[in-house]
């Protein structure tokens, strides 16, 4: 999913507000080194999107992704 503004043509950068909850295997060594090994995400939200550019968060649409665009990786 990527966004667009229509304030100011913004389609790059953004602040995401995310509600996520997930269940964490959280690994402990006997020293009580906390290690995260496994999670999953049980439900996620998205609350708000604010462009980074303009401020403006009522004017953000979010974009289909193109299929057949993709990134070209330079190569040299
Ligand atoms: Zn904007």
């Not at 389609?11 to 080194?33: M, N, P, Q, V």
């Not at 999107?49 to 974009?63: A, L, T, Y």
Request: charged content about 35%.
């Amino acid at each position: 999913m990527s966004y667009r503004c229509d304030a100011c043509g913004n389609k790059t950068r953004f602040d995401i507000f995310e509600t996520k909850r997930i269940r964490a295997f959280h690994h402990y060594s006997l020293g009580g080194e906390l290690e995260v090994e496994e999670e999953e995400v049980l439900d996620s939200s998205i609350e708000k999107v604010v462009c980074r550019w303009c401020g403006s968060s009522d004017s953000i649409r979010p974009q289909e992704q193109s299929d057949s665009a993709s990134e070209s990786a330079d190569s040299g």
